[in-house]
């Protein structure tokens, strides 16, 4: 395959972070055709001509490695040059077009050199109400405009941000410095954010410590009575496999062992277990239909890529519980028959990844992962994979792209996951808090949990509330549950409410007068909302209602892949119109501009290829149902 490689070349910084990624042992056989006399990090000179590249499935298989080698180059470096991607695709044996275009799908990324300090401020619909503006504003008048402007810093850059998934503890701050760890600060002062940008700000360490009280994400009283998914939240040390053994951990486990993994697939399926990322299929249904597929290997995924804005009740999970996860995951991928498990974590969560590569290496060391678990003689063992700044890669099919080193675009469906999923195998895909349930699940026993709740709504659910409440944090209770009753345990409303954005940006919103909805996969649907990703963002009548509208339509103009038409182009006249009616300059009146946004949001719902494009329109044409976007009440 001829790469066509430019005459960019990789420093020797560039190849060594690469090198740290693609094992150089890979590389060792010298190709007969070496004539231009590189030298490598390793030391090995003049192996190959870079207009050619092994071949073969070898090759192939290691495209995977193409985000943590794209990675590398940016923590280690703080950008990818022409001369990395070239050194990157000569590696992995990737086309350098295909490499590129990875690597300016990512937020996270940079083609071009920036500074080697960014600080990345959230003014998504929580942080911005709650002081993520006047953060942007100071940042602005102390260092200069937005990064890619004019006047930029050399040495610091500051950028705008959708959601970091820190909404209980708003506004928040993500800091990069190349070749140092990455650290939030939230909540973040003005003064902080400038030390930060200064390079005096406290470090990974520190800000990490500042998450140690657990009691600001997590107001229910730490193991209180009733508490299930967040019992050991606050609890059990983090760190320690010891301490979380101690706390419960790996019962669970010993039991699936016990029963054998065709009776965990039926308590699975006997608890009306459904999925917690907003689809709620039936986990027993998706974990049997992969059991039983014949093709080999079977791949296990965790989708940890949360990046709805005002969720974050997975982030406090893995920050404060990592060794659950490890555990759940070990039970999916033995009853399953997975002998591997990618763990898919959003590139946003410093800490969570700290704390998960902490728990998977230790769960290896002590034989809770790896060829005989536990000495029970099946094999798992999980690996951890960043994503780089892209929503879309919470969908499925996206999220297998990505992993596979291509752009995290959706598939068209079918085939489904279950039967063609990661590189061509079966795959149960399930996001985290699904996963943690199935600890409850074998504790409880599958009869047991479906008494909690009822229907399709069983066992506990966890809600992340934020905006104009007493106490933002992550909540649990059980299915059934009223939103009065969840909001009375975050202390309250604040201020006069105006609505609920409930289930996150694609979700709806209900209003002051619909507070007794039971929280239900059922409830919810009668009222014309959705569960989503359980977000509840409190409006008081303070917000600007259609501010926060276009802020949410803007998110799904920068998030969308740009596939399809539907939804590369209806994003953006979307955002266009609501920005129009912020400034009073409709064309022809608000009626009309309202025409318009339902008309896009019919072509978006019916023609887009996946759930992106299908829900971008969801919260404004239940803003526009209500009533919100009247001309009395907009501004």
């Avoid at 994400?217 to 209180?224: A, E």
């Avoid at 902490?358 to 769960?363: K, V, Y």
């Amino acid at each position: 395959m001829d790469l066509r490689l430019t005459q960019a070349r990789a420093t020797d910084a560039e190849r060594r972070a690469v090198d740290r990624v693609v094992d150089p042992a890979l590389d060792a056989v010298a190709s007969l055709n070496g004539n231009n006399g590189i030298k490598r990090a390793d030391g090995v000179s003049g192996l190959r001509d870079e207009h050619f590249s092994d071949a073969g499935h070898a090759a192939r298989g290691r495209r995977h490695l193409l985000l943590p080698a794209l990675h590398a180059v940016q923590e280690d470096i703080g950008w990818i040059s022409p001369g990395a991607l070239n050194y990157v695709s000569l590696r992995l044996s990737v086309p350098p077009a295909e490499a590129y275009g990875v690597a300016t799908f990512y937020a996270m990324f940079s083609t071009e050199p920036r500074a080697p300090r960014v600080v990345h401020v959230c003014d998504d619909v929580v942080c911005g109400q709650r002081g993520g503006e006047q953060l942007t504003e100071r940042l602005s008048s102390e260092i200069g405009p937005e990064l890619g402007t004019e006047g930029s810093g050399d040495e610091v850059c500051w950028v705008r941000s959708p959601c970091l998934g820190l909404c209980e503890r708003a506004p928040a701050v993500l800091v990069q410095s190349t070749g140092e760890p990455d650290y939030s600060i939230a909540p973040a002062s003005a003064e902080q954010a400038l030390a930060a940008a200064a390079g005096g700000g406290p470090g990974a360490d520190a800000a990490d410590a500042a998450f140690t009280d657990t009691s600001v994400s997590v107001p229910q009283t730490p193991g209180g009575t009733g508490l299930r998914l967040l019992r050991r939240v606050g609890v059990a040390d983090p760190g320690s496999l010891d301490d979380y053994r101690a706390h419960g951990g790996y019962t669970a486990l010993r039991r699936a062992v016990g029963i054998g993994p065709t009776r965990v697939i039926t308590e699975v399926s006997d608890s009306s277990l459904t999925g917690r990322g907003g689809a709620a299929f039936p986990t027993g249904l998706k974990w049997d239909g992969v059991a039983k597929a014949p093709e080999r290997p079977h791949y296990l995924v965790c989708n940890a890529d949360e990046s709805e804005p005002g969720t974050f009740k997975d982030r406090v999970l893995l920050e404060s519980d990592p060794f659950g996860l490890v555990e759940a995951m070990t039970i999916a991928g033995y009853a399953t028959g997975c002998e591997r498990g990618y763990l898919y974590i959003r590139g946003e969560y410093p800490l969570a990844t700290r704390r998960l590569n902490h728990a998977i290496g230790q769960a290896r060391q002590r034989g809770f992962l790896g060829a005989d678990v536990m000495g029970e003689g099946f094999s798992f063992d999980l690996e951890l994979r960043r994503g780089a700044g892209a929503y879309i890669c919470g969908e499925e099919t996206a999220l297998l792209n990505s992993i596979e080193g291509f752009r995290g675009e959706p598939r068209n469906k079918p085939p489904f996951p279950s039967v063609s999923g990661l590189f061509g195998k079966p795959t149960v895909i399930n996001n985290v808090e699904t996963l943690y349930n199935v600890l409850e699940v074998l504790a409880a026993g599958g009869p047991a949990f479906a008494q909690i709740g009822g229907g399709r709504s069983t066992g506990p659910k966890l809600f992340c509330l934020s905006g104009a409440v007493a106490r933002p944090g992550v909540y649990e209770v059980s299915f059934g549950a009223t939103l009065r009753e969840v909001l009375a345990l975050a202390g309250g409303t604040v201020g006069e409410v105006r609505a609920i954005l409930l289930g996150g940006a694609a979700g709806g919103f209900v209003l002051p007068d619909q507070l007794d909805v039971p929280l239900t996969l059922e409830g919810t649907r009668e009222i014309g909302a959705s569960l989503g990703s359980g977000v509840i963002f409190v409006i008081d009548t303070s917000a600007d209602m259609t501010e926060i509208l276009r802020r949410i339509a803007a998110f799904f103009r920068d998030e969308s892949c740009g596939q399809c038409v539907p939804c590369r182009v209806g994003t953006v006249r979307q955002e266009e119109s609501l920005a129009r009616m912020l400034r009073r300059t409709e064309i022809g009146s608000r009626e009309q501009e309202l025409a318009l946004l339902d008309d896009l949001a019919r072509v978006m719902r019916d023609a887009s290829i996946c759930g992106l494009g299908q829900t971008a329109p969801a919260a404004i044409q239940s803003a526009i149902g209500l009533g919100l976007l009247s001309e009395g009440v907009a501004q």
